[in-house]
């Protein structure tokens, strides 16, 4: 499995190192800092060197960097990585060399708790918490109680929840997260569509509770069951430890006890019956080799009590552009020249309706003239209260010992950044 662990920052300084294994020496990392850090061609995060395979993650101009021997699982070596952030983010806020340099003692017992011999072990936040702590010394009688409770967690059923854990007020809150991309040709045929969606959760929840949670009627996650009618497809799902799969797979209800917190209950993807939130028509015609005309039209595929927000579109021009004339009666275009793009910015498009852009881009002229590429528009916006995917949380429901009544939020927000693009 994992032989070595480091962080490096960005002039390729070893900052943390930990070696789990003998079958290597910490001189492993000049090797590392030679042929990536000092490497600018490097874009692959794996390199294998003989027998060797370096892992990294850039997060802020650091490298987490994992070094195996092995013909390691490269899913499982990069969930470690992430987690690691993860857990970092939630002891110290923010993960940069300032923050490594200022709790790099606390680093080195989170990194030798977490992995043993370069196995991954138990990384659940709120159990690394309650026994890697950075506050003043508990009392010894605390202490011993304490003790007690984190080893029934550690190795319970439920390592990833105390069972003391009280509120005054209980509340859950689940978040519907997706992503849609989207790649159209110039005839207004979609070429890809699919969508990667996250439900997170923050559960606020007195004692152990049993939550239940379900989705759509009409959801297949099975390829043979293919082609149903207007069935919510999923092409794949992972969920969090909690959940009891079986019960899931019986009746596609999640049936989970929750951690204490935020966490994310189930991630997934869909490339079926995608529906895609706003339509873009371009219209761009080259006029001589004097000017670009643009007319851009945006329609909202979506419920009239519903609205776009933070709508950006980024149109490219030539690269031999001087001027853009821009119009629009709704929101604001201009000419970033830097760029060579028209970035036109809608604060909201209200469902049903549509906004349209025109333009005029005004070129030098050149000796030789040379075929413009037509690179993507991208199309970037939020919609609340909207799924492409159209997964739906049918219920959620809060079962504890003492009866207690919970407040229940349900959220949902599709979003595209950089992935939505329309060609011309």
């Not at 994992?2 to 390729?12: E, L, P, T, V």
């Not at 070893?14 to 800092?33: E, P, Q, W």
């Not at 469902?351 to 025109?358: H, I, Q, Y």
Request: with cysteine; proline share 3%.
């Amino acid at each position: 499995m994992i032989s070595a662990f480091f962080i490096f920052n960005q002039k390729g300084e070893v900052l943390i190192s930990r070696l789990y294994r003998t079958d290597f020496k910490r001189s492993i990392a000049d090797v590392f800092r030679i042929q990536v850090v000092s490497n600018s061609d490097v874009r692959s995060p794996i390199i294998t060197l003989g027998s060797t395979s370096f892992f990294h993650v850039r997060i802020n101009n650091l490298y987490v960097v994992a070094v195996t021997k092995n013909n390691a699982n490269a899913a499982l070596v990069f969930e470690f990585c992430y987690r690691f952030i993860n857990i970092a983010k939630a002891y110290f806020g923010k993960i940069d060399e300032e923050s490594v340099k200022n709790n790099f003692v606390l680093i080195y017992e989170l990194i030798d708790e977490i992995n043993d011999f370069g196995y991954p072990q138990n990384s659940e936040i709120d159990t690394l918490k309650s026994y890697i702590t950075t506050e003043s010394v508990v009392s010894s009688a605390i202490a011993a109680e304490e003790s007690s409770k984190i080893t029934t967690q550690a190795t319970g059923a439920t390592s990833w929840r105390r069972g003391d854990v009280r509120y005054k007020k209980n509340e859950a809150f689940v978040d519907v997260v997706e992503t849609v991309n989207l790649t159209m040709s110039a005839k207004g045929s979609v070429l890809r569509a699919d969508v990667d969606g996250h439900i997170q959760m923050r559960a606020y929840l007195t004692g152990t509770p049993e939550c239940k949670f379900g989705l759509n009627d009409k959801l297949v996650i099975d390829k043979g069951d293919r082609g149903v009618g207007d069935a919510v497809e999923l092409d794949d799902c992972r969920f969090h430890q909690c959940v009891r799969l079986d019960e899931f797979d019986a009746n596609r209800t999640i049936s989970f006890i929750p951690p204490d917190g935020e966490f994310e209950l189930m991630r997934y993807r869909s490339t079926s019956n995608v529906k895609l939130p706003l339509r873009v028509i371009p219209t761009v015609n080259e006029i001589g080799t004097s000017q670009v005309s643009y007319t851009v039209t945006v329609k909202a595929n979506f419920n009239n009590k519903l609205s776009a927000t933070n709508v950006v579109l980024r149109i490219p021009t030539p690269l031999n552009t001087t001027t853009v004339d821009c119009k629009s009666a709704n929101g604001k275009a201009k000419y970033v020249p830097a760029e060579n793009v028209i970035v036109w910015k809608v604060p909201r498009v209200q469902g049903g309706s549509e906004c349209t852009f025109t333009g005029t881009a005004n070129l030098t002229s050149t000796t030789t003239r040379q075929v413009w590429a037509r690179p993507p528009i991208d199309v970037d916006f939020q919609v609340l209260m909207f799924t492409a995917s159209g997964l739906i949380v049918r219920f959620l429901k809060v079962f504890e010992k003492s009866s207690y009544q919970s407040v229940k939020w349900v959220r949902y927000l599709t979003k595209a950044s950089g992935t939505y693009q329309i060609r011309f």
